[in-house]
T-cell receptor, first 113, second 112 residues
Framework: SQKIEQNSEALNIQEGKTATLTCNYTNYSPAYLQWYRQDPGRGPVFLLLIRENEKEKRKERLKVTFDTTLKQSLFHITASQPADSATYLC????????????FGKGTTLSVSS | SQTIHQWPATLVQPVGSPLSLECTVE??????LYWYRQAAGRGLQLLFYSVGIGQISSEVPQNLSASRPQDRQFILSSKKLLLSDSGFYLC???????????FGPGTRLTVT
């Protein structure tokens, strides 16, 4: 069956370090993958989208990689700050029609000062 | 600019009671609309999506239903709530294909 996994429920790092979050999927051939940030009690907020023909995408301190052979995406936050503390979700377009996403359960990042 | 509204923000309902959650989008036309549920300790679960008025696709067969009576209005309903329906309900929209989704503020539903 189709599955998307974020293999760390929680990640604790020190301020200034690089946080690396992992998203793996099986039995999918997504056209793209997305990353969202969710703060407690709020709806997710879109961060980055990377397409299957792109290997890497950057936005300010954020970097996403997409390896369709490994079926994996890595999400990096460089020079992390306490304000980066949140839950980060990855999502794939799953029905090929491009009309719906499936989300991972998320990784909760805590950045301590 | 586009905005998405959901109401109510919080709701406490007894088991067996009906449910109606509303979502509206402003500043766009013909959006794709989505209902998700996020239960404690679980991921974001897609419940329904709609690509147009009266067009509803259900991803999870259960005691919930959705309707889209107007272009920018999406309603989630139930005739009889179960305890397992408790959760954080989120509405989202996209301008077309499932590119970046814009989420509403959510409704926290507690079924007692």
């Amino acid at each position: 069956s189709q599955k998307i996994e974020q293999n760390s429920e929680a990640l604790n790092i020190q301020e200034g370090k690089t946080a690396t979050l992992t998203c793996n999927y099986t039995n999918y051939s997504p056209a793209y993958l997305q990353w969202y940030r969710q703060d407690p009690g709020r709806g997710p907020v879109f961060l980055l989208l990377i397409r299957e023909n792109e290997k890497e995408k950057r936005k300010e301190r954020l970097k996403v990689t997409f390896d369709t052979t490994l079926k994996q995406s890595l999400f990096h936050i460089t020079a992390s700050q306490p304000a980066d503390s949140a839950t980060y979700l990855c999502a794939l377009d799953w029905n090929q029609a491009g009309t719906a996403l499936i989300f991972g359960k998320g990784t909760t990042l805590s950045v301590s000062s | 600019s586009q905005t998405i509204h959901q109401w109510p923000a919080t709701l406490v309902q007894p088991v067996g009671s009906p449910l109606s959650l509303e979502c509206t989008v402003e500043g766009t036309s013909n959006p794709n609309l989505y209902w998700y549920r996020q239960a404690a300790g679980r991921g974001l679960q897609l419940l329904f999506y709609s690509v147009g008025i009266g067009q509803i696709s259900s991803e999870v067969p259960q005691n919930l239903s959705a309707s889209r009576p107007q272009d920018r209005q999406f309603i989630l309903s139930s005739k009889k709530l179960l305890l397992s329906d408790s959760g954080f309900y989120l509405c989202a929209w996209t301008p077309g294909r499932a590119d970046e989704q814009y989420f509403g503020p959510g409704t926290r539903l507690t079924v007692t």
